[in-house]
């Protein structure tokens, strides 16, 4: 299940980063634990633990998600 499509069915992931991406053999983009996903409303906020910002928790939203895959490919 790609990101895009876990917002349109209305979660956040929550925490995105390396160890949650896996790339197949045929390349594709895969990502994992899905078990902490969250379900929100569009610009609804949550609460997360994530090891990027470990051990503080931080607020969620759907544009947490975004920036966490940009850092997590940087």
Sequence with gaps: IGVDS???LGYVHGD???R???LTK???VKI???GGATPVN???KVRIRSEVFAPVEKTATIKYDVWT???AIL
């Design 26 to 28: 045929e390349g594709k």
């Design 6 to 8: 876990l917002h349109r």
């Design 16 to 18: 995105i980063k390396l």
């Design 69 to 71: 895959i940009g850092t």
């Design 42 to 44: 569009f610009g609804e």
């Design 20 to 22: 949650n991406i896996m």
């Design 32 to 34: 994992l634990d899905l």
